[in-house]
């Protein structure tokens, strides 16, 4: 596989019940060129044997096994492992839906930004990820403030960083 534009990291501690429908949501991005990189921290469940599976039927799916050490360090493992030109983080009980990857990848792309998070990521079979917003952080220089700022701003249907007041400025 060439270098995906966009690794999915999933830690996951004892998460079988779940994990099964998490990662398929991921395989079924209207995207195809991602990887899913789901990282068993240590998991005392079936976990492993289910990610083993996932990873059979489809190579997208790059299952990492290692000792218990957190959630923190579970993502870690993921993006030292990661091959794409962004990264996008989803917890092992969640599922996304099928445009979550090109509406978020749109998303920055028009912002020209460095991050983006969406609040509606998880939803229902049959919702498009787009009945939502997101947020958006870009670096950009404040006049008078010498060093890059942050800024976060929602975003809702096109709406970017020039519509929103001063107030927003970190």
Request: proline content about 3%; overall charge negative.
């Amino acid at each position: 596989m060439n270098n995906p534009t966009i690794s999915f990291i999933v830690p996951s501690y004892n998460f079988a019940a779940h994990i099964g429908e998490c990662v398929s949501s991921i395989l079924q991005q209207d995207m195809r060129d991602i990887e899913v990189i789901v990282v068993n921290d240590g998991s005392t469940d079936n976990t492993e044997e289910i990610l083993e599976g996932l990873a059979r039927q489809d190579n997208r799916v790059v299952p990492i096994n290692k000792e218990n050490e957190g959630v923190s360090i579970a993502r870690n493992t993921g993006l030292l492992a990661a091959k794409g030109e962004y990264v996008s983080f989803i917890d092992a009980d969640d599922y996304v839906a099928s445009d979550y990857a090109s509406y978020m990848l749109e998303l920055a792309k028009t912002a020209n930004s460095d991050f983006c998070l969406s609040l509606d990521a998880f939803t229902r079979a049959g919702e498009n990820q787009t009945v939502g917003g997101g947020y958006f952080i870009n670096k950009y220089s404040h006049p008078g403030a010498g060093d890059s700022v942050i800024v976060i701003a929602k975003n809702h249907c096109g709406m970017l960083e020039q519509d929103f007041p001063q107030a927003m400025v970190a």
